[in-house]
């Protein structure tokens, strides 16, 4: 069958990550112009997730399966894990707010 014949429409699909993640659904798409070929979906995200940010652009190189009533797209994953640095413990500390004894002199001279 043509895809035309199946009826098929992206418009309100469930998008999941790989973990099983609800990420959204589908919003509007972009094409491109030469071949109409989706380059580009948009997603609307659940209500809580929406506080952060409403909507979510996917690339088409993030998709990994389309099926008939979902879309499946790569789980965002953290590149590499910063290491963590010793802090230098800092033994003594001069609070700027606190008045510091003012040293008396040795000796007074009254006339």
Same mark, same amino acid.
């Given at each position: &069958?043509?895809?035309?014949? *199946?009826?098929?429409?992206?418009?309100?699909?469930?998008? *999941?990550?790989e973990k099983n993640k609800k990420i959204g659904k589908v919003i509007g798409y972009t094409l491109a112009? $030469?071949?109409?070929?989706?380059? =580009?979906? @948009?997603?609307?995200? #659940?209500?809580?997730?929406?506080? $952060?940010?409403?909507?979510?652009? *996917?690339?088409?190189?993030?998709? *990994?399966? +389309?099926?008939?009533?979902?879309?499946?797209?790569?789980?965002?994953? +953290?590149?590499?894990?910063?290491? &963590?640095? #010793?802090?230098? =413990?800092?033994?003594?500390?001069?609070? /700027?707010? @606190? &008045? =510091? #004894? @003012? /040293? =008396?002199?040795?000796?007074?001279? +009254?006339?």
């Open positions: &069958k043509e895809i035309y014949d *199946i009826n098929f429409t992206l418009k309100d699909k469930l998008v *999941i990550d112009a $030469g071949n109409f070929i989706i380059q =580009q979906l @948009r997603i609307r995200r #659940p209500f809580l997730k929406s506080f $952060g940010d409403t909507e979510l652009l *996917i690339h088409r190189s993030q998709i *990994i399966k +389309v099926t008939d009533d979902k879309i499946v797209v790569k789980s965002a994953t +953290v590149s590499h894990i910063a290491e &963590k640095t #010793p802090i230098p =413990q800092i033994n003594s500390y001069e609070n /700027p707010f @606190r &008045k =510091q #004894p @003012r /040293p =008396q002199p040795e000796s007074t001279k +009254v006339d």
